[in-house]
């Protein structure tokens, strides 16, 4: 049968410490183009499957595949030289430097010629252009590229932190609570801004505990309850009490609509997963 | 649209915030500026109430005071903009002058100073290793190393002095004269180490990585830097300086002795602070640091030529560090909303 078009998709993901299984034969899908919450209680296993995607976590069975192609990440690196990036809630900032400096950080650009490969100079102009235009294409207005980012608020800082991941992601984009920090106003600039990483075509996967956030910008909701998914709906499909209810176990996952993803094979390895 | 009206809005939110305050925090915030400031108030009072101050010998005199503290603090400057601190670098430059003056009794001078600076980037490495592989803090690894390695100098020695006869190794204090001023090659050195340091934190890569691992160590991990390698190779770098440092130390007193410069190592931090570098990381640069050592070296001097008590020299650099320490919490603390 044919199997939906993913970007990012997981069978059977399993990960325990000792005796606590954090995820249990856990599903992932994201399609090409879509923002996809990722919804659950605490202690779900979430930031696992989470882990477990960017490389931060090497799940103990299952399998992971990117464009269809089965990948295995080892570690962080593993998952971004595939193409993925991280946005987290706080830390991704380097607060004296500036933004160009911040978006560049770790993959420095050096003028061509002999000024950069014996010089080891930094081409600071193509690196500040650079910038802007990224800056400019995801709609952040800053006054100066040079600005420290210590000078911007909030809202900004996490802006830049994720221009900085968009700008390098070539698959796909996950953020885990980025407006967690931030206040009403500036949560509602990042995920304006989220939105506009999704319309310049990287997919995103949020993790968010804010349900109205979650359904001003998501496409799709992925529920995780008990370290596996029992619900991938479509937020115009599904209510946000629904999905709560779902969340907490109040009301059996089978009695909302789901999207369907490939079941046979789902269902095989969600029973294979504990093995 | 809704969604583009909450996008002008963020748009004009943006630049609101933005847009007031900016003049005197970049100002208060620039590396230089203060220090730079307070160099030149220095100076002009030094210039009214002293005749000697501004002649030509007495302003060679302190360049000449300043190289070994100067150098000494170009290598703490890089540790402090780690976040990190070298309480052994004077003990290792001194460890750096016997390791040369006991080479240097073979004959072979070029060795002796090769030896001794490599010396000093071995103990530089220890504190490298200590500090970023085990993770200790910096405070505490240097402290146990000022005291082996002062220990370890007077062990290697008998606690004896070496006078230093050859021309190599003292050359650092001889130098042209000009118009009355002497710019020995010691001075001419700490001037070169100072913009060779200078291009490699601001032009390069690896001093853009030393800023962020001293700013947000887990950013730059995210970022994908390796920050156990950077902290090494600081630690390495500024031991490497240290060593010439004590090339410096033998052209201003020829004579590898185990227990001189014990207080060199906070006057180069005192340097480093009152430059404008920031204790906590990430902030500042050796220019600051270079004003730094010439603003705590015209003090004494002007202090002296003004005919005051040298402890109340002491009680003024003190003060004047508590004061660039609070400049620089105040500024950091506005910074940081």
């Known amino acids: ?275 | 649209m809704t969604q583009a009206t909450l996008r002008q809005e963020a748009v004009a939110d943006l630049q609101k915030e933005v847009g007031h305050g900016r003049g005197i925090r970049s100002l208060l915030s620039h590396q230089v500026t203060g220090p730079l400031a307070a160099l030149l108030v220095a100076v002009v009072v030094f210039s009214v109430f002293t005749d000697r101050f501004l002649q030509p010998g007495n302003l060679s005199l302190i360049a000449q005071q300043s190289v070994v503290v100067g150098t000494l603090a170009l290598g703490q400057a890089l540790v402090i903009l780690t976040a990190g601190i070298d309480l052994a670098n004077g003990a290792i430059m001194v460890l750096g002058t016997v390791v040369i003056g006991k080479a240097a009794l073979d004959g072979d001078v070029v060795l002796a100073l090769v030896l001794g600076i490599v010396a000093c980037a071995v103990v530089g490495a220890v504190n490298g290793l200590l500090v970023s592989r085990a993770g200790l803090p910096p405070f505490i690894v240097t402290l146990g190393v000022l005291t082996v390695v002062t220990a370890a100098s007077r062990l290697y020695t008998d606690s004896a002095s070496y006078p230093i006869a050859d021309g190599l190794l003292t050359v650092l204090g001889d130098g042209p004269t000009i118009g009355g001023f002497t710019v020995t090659y010691g001075v001419m050195l700490w001037v070169l180490l100072t913009v060779g340091l200078g291009y490699v934190l601001s032009q390069t890569a690896w001093g853009v990585r030393v800023y962020a691992v001293g700013d947000n160590p887990p950013a730059a991990r995210l970022a994908g830097i390796k920050v156990k390698r950077v902290l090494l190779g600081v630690y390495v770098v500024a031991a490497i300086v240290y060593g010439l440092a004590a090339w410096q130390a033998l052209g201003r007193t020829p004579t590898a002795d185990p227990s001189g410069y014990s207080t060199a190592n906070l006057d180069s931090i005192t340097a480093v602070v009152i430059g404008g570098t920031s204790l906590f990381g990430g902030r500042g640069g050796v220019y600051g640091t270079l004003i730094g050592t010439l603003i705590v070296v015209v003090l004494q001097n002007g202090l002296t030529q003004a005919g005051i008590d040298s402890l109340y020299q002491q009680v003024a650099t003190g003060a004047l560090v508590i004061v660039a320490v609070l400049v620089d919490r105040i500024v950091r603390r506005r910074q940081t909303r």
């Open chain 1, 1 to 275: 049968m044919s199997i939906e078009p993913t970007i990012l998709r997981a069978r059977g993901l399993t990960k325990s410490y000792g005796h606590v299984v954090a995820i249990d034969g856990s599903s992932f899908d994201l399609r090409p183009g879509e923002i996809l919450a990722v919804i659950g209680d605490n202690g779900a296993g979430k930031s696992t499957l989470i882990k477990a995607l960017t490389g931060a976590v090497v799940p103990d069975s299952g399998a992971l595949y990117l464009d269809d192609e089965q990948v295995t990440f080892h570690s962080p690196l593993d998952a971004r030289r595939a193409g993925i990036e991280t946005v987290y809630q706080e830390l991704g900032v380097a607060p004296a430097l500036d933004i160009s400096q911040n978006l560049y950080l770790g993959r420095e650009q050096r003028v061509p010629g002999w000024r950069g490969t014996v010089l080891r100079q930094l081409d600071k102009k193509a690196m500040r252009e650079g910038s802007a235009r990224q800056m400019a294409d995801l709609g952040i207005r800053i006054q100066s590229i040079r600005q420290t980012v210590e000078t911007l608020s909030g809202g900004q800082r996490q802006a830049v932190a994720v221009a900085r991941v968009a700008a390098w992601a070539t698959r796909l984009v996950i953020m885990d609570e980025p407006t967690a920090a931030l206040g009403v106003r500036e949560t509602n600039q990042v995920l304006d801004l989220i939105q506009r990483v999704r319309d310049n075509g990287l997919p995103v996967v949020l993790i968010s505990h804010n349900m109205p956030n979650v359904w001003q910008v998501a496409d799709r909701v992925h529920i995780h309850r008990l370290g596996r998914r029992v619900a991938l709906a479509d937020t115009s499909s599904l209510t946000m009490d629904d999905a709560v209810a779902v969340m907490t176990g109040a009301r059996p996952a089978h009695t909302i609509e789901q999207v369907e993803t490939a079941p046979d094979e789902w269902e095989h390895t969600a029973g294979e997963g504990a093995a």
